[in-house]
T-cell receptor, first 111, second 112 residues
């Protein structure tokens, strides 16, 4: 399978804490993306990290990529209640024209 | 700037009926995709297009057809709906292969 696998499946934290979720994959990749999905809504693109990059930042988001371990992590710092959502990694393999999505991590931030 | 617009937002079909889902994007994106999202399964790619007049199969294409006659529109057809096609359908577009996707808000389809 070319899907990514997110871990944990569900995460519950207090507002202000940091949230870390992980994505593991099995294929060789060109790049990897992270998306957020609020309940009942479409997915929103957060960050794309390419296979030759190790870390990217966007505001309170930090994404790392370790191609030797075939894994990526998404860190949300100083979480807010509005960060409550499902987070998906999407794998862009070096063959084909599409990204493969995992089943997501459900994050709940308690005010 | 509407982004990606999907119509309809909700639909109930009887088994055997046909329907077309419309996806329209106003960003001049080359790539367009149709995904379905089911509980515990994540998003699975049905069909995609890398430009006007092109289509290709994804992971789960059976029972669906697509057309991309105009660059801005990507249509998904269900020829003979089955209960297994009950799902939330998402359309997405991107500028090129290795760029982030812009998603529509989804179509919730129930086949009874």
């Amino acid at each position: 399978s070319q899907q990514g696998e997110e871990d944990p499946q569900a995460l519950s934290i207090q507002e202000g804490e940091n949230a870390t979720m992980n994505c593991s994959y099995k294929t060789s990749i060109n790049n990897l993306q992270w998306y957020r999905q609020n309940s009942g809504r479409g997915l929103v693109h957060l960050i794309l990290i390419r296979s030759n990059e190790r870390e990217k930042h966007s505001g309170r988001l930090r994404v790392t990529l370790d191609t030797s371990k075939k894994s990526s992590s998404l860190l949300i710092t100083a979480s807010r209640a509005a960060d409550t959502a499902s987070y998906f990694c999407a794998i862009g393999s070096n063959t084909g024209n599409q990204f493969y999505f995992g089943t997501g991590t459900s994050l709940t931030v308690i005010p | 700037n509407a982004g990606v617009t999907q119509t309809p937002k909700f639909r109930v079909l009887k088994t055997g009926q046909s329907m077309t889902l419309l996806c329209a994007q106003d960003m001049n994106h080359e790539y367009m995709y149709w995904y379905r999202q089911d509980p515990g399964m994540g998003l699975r790619l049905i069909h995609y297009s890398v430009g006007e007049g092109t289509t290709a199969k994804g992971e789960v294409p059976d029972g669906y057809n697509v057309s991309r006659l105009k660059k801005q529109n990507f249509l998904l057809g269900l020829e003979s709906a089955a209960p297994s096609q009950t799902s939330v359908y998402f359309c997405a577009s991107s500028y090129a292969r290795d760029y982030g996707y812009t998603f529509g808000s989804g179509t919730r389809l129930t086949v009874v």
